[in-house]
């Protein structure tokens, strides 16, 4: 169970790695990556773990047992500052992102090399959004200014248009929908996979601490059982 457990979480950790890569423009503290790096750091720890519960258990080892219950109890509240930490950085989320938000929309230029064009026209494809609060917002940037056709990017265009240029003058092919409250709700959305993965696995270490705890308190009180395992006889 914990190497599964263990996989779930490193899985988990790395989507969120991969998913801030697409919007690490718009959130500029790298600082909200610390629980996800906790969380892959526990992953691989519980699956290490895992092994050595299982050679504890199958040898009822005594030592090996009370090692692997305070382990366990170590990384459970580890995984309890991860909530914590989680937590405060999905509430910081929406200031880090009106805070960048602007910026990043001013320095757009058009072009596919440039890193923070990419990441704009990744964002308003992929959450079908326009501009920062709609549309309009792109008449005050560098960008249209310099270009004065009067349009916006082709990623404002509505997927199921195919011959959508962008225009202002036929606003219906255009998402109508901002992007600043839309790449925020998707930053908490990643955050809080973190922590409810952090939750359920604290569960399951509780689960694994109770099982262990069990096993040692039948040794401590049957003598008869700690003869058997031991090999001795009585007397």
């Given at each position: 169970?914990?190497?599964?457990?263990?996989?779930?979480?490193?899985?988990?950790?790395?989507?969120?790695?991969?998913?801030?890569?697409d919007?690490?423009?718009?959130?500029?503290?790298?600082?909200?990556?610390?629980?996800?790096?906790?969380?892959?750091?526990?992953?691989?720890?519980?699956?290490?773990?895992?092994?050595?519960?299982?050679?504890?258990?199958?040898?009822e080892?005594?030592?090996?047992l009370?090692?692997?219950?305070?382990?366990?109890?170590?990384?459970?509240?580890?995984?309890?500052v991860?909530?914590?930490?989680?937590?405060?950085?999905?509430?910081?989320?929406?200031?880090?992102?009106n805070?960048?938000?602007?910026?990043?929309?001013n320095?757009y230029n058009?072009?596919?090399?440039?890193?923070?064009?990419?990441?704009?026209?990744?964002?308003?494809?992929?959450?079908?959004c326009?501009?920062?609060?709609?549309y309009?917002?792109?008449?005050?940037?560098?960008w249209?200014?310099?270009?004065?056709?009067?349009?916006?990017?082709?990623?404002?265009?509505?997927?199921?248009?195919?011959?959508?240029?962008?225009?202002?003058?036929?606003?219906?092919?255009?998402?109508?929908?901002g992007?600043?409250?839309?790449?925020?709700?998707k930053?908490?959305e990643?955050?809080?996979?973190?922590?409810?993965?952090?939750?359920?696995?604290?569960?399951?270490?509780?689960?694994g601490m109770?099982?262990?705890?069990?096993?040692?308190?039948?040794?401590?009180?049957?003598?008869?059982?700690?003869?058997?395992?031991t090999?001795?006889?009585?007397?």
């Amino acid at each position: 169970v914990l190497q599964a457990a263990a996989g779930i979480l490193c899985y988990v950790g790395a989507y969120v790695f991969i998913t801030y890569d697409d919007y690490d423009h718009f959130f500029e503290d790298v600082y909200t990556l610390i629980p996800a790096v906790i969380i892959i750091a526990v992953g691989t720890l519980l699956f290490i773990i895992g092994l050595i519960g299982c050679c504890a258990t199958i040898r009822e080892s005594r030592c090996g047992l009370a090692t692997f219950v305070i382990i366990l109890l170590l990384v459970f509240i580890t995984e309890v500052v991860v909530v914590v930490l989680g937590y405060i950085y999905r509430a910081k989320v929406e200031d880090e992102v009106n805070h960048s938000i602007h910026k990043v929309y001013n320095g757009y230029n058009g072009t596919n090399p440039d890193a923070a064009s990419r990441a704009i026209d990744y964002v308003q494809r992929q959450l079908r959004c326009c501009g920062i609060h709609n549309y309009s917002d792109w008449e005050s940037t560098v960008w249209f200014k310099q270009t004065k056709n009067n349009s916006v990017p082709l990623s404002c265009c509505k997927a199921a248009l195919s011959n959508c240029t962008g225009s202002l003058t036929r606003p219906m092919d255009l998402y109508s929908e901002g992007c600043e409250a839309l790449v925020v709700k998707k930053l908490q959305e990643i955050m809080m996979y973190v922590i409810w993965a952090a939750l359920a696995f604290a569960a399951i270490q509780l689960l694994g601490m109770l099982c262990a705890c069990v096993v040692l308190c039948r040794r401590s009180r049957d003598p008869a059982y700690e003869l058997l395992i031991t090999g001795g006889t009585y007397a």
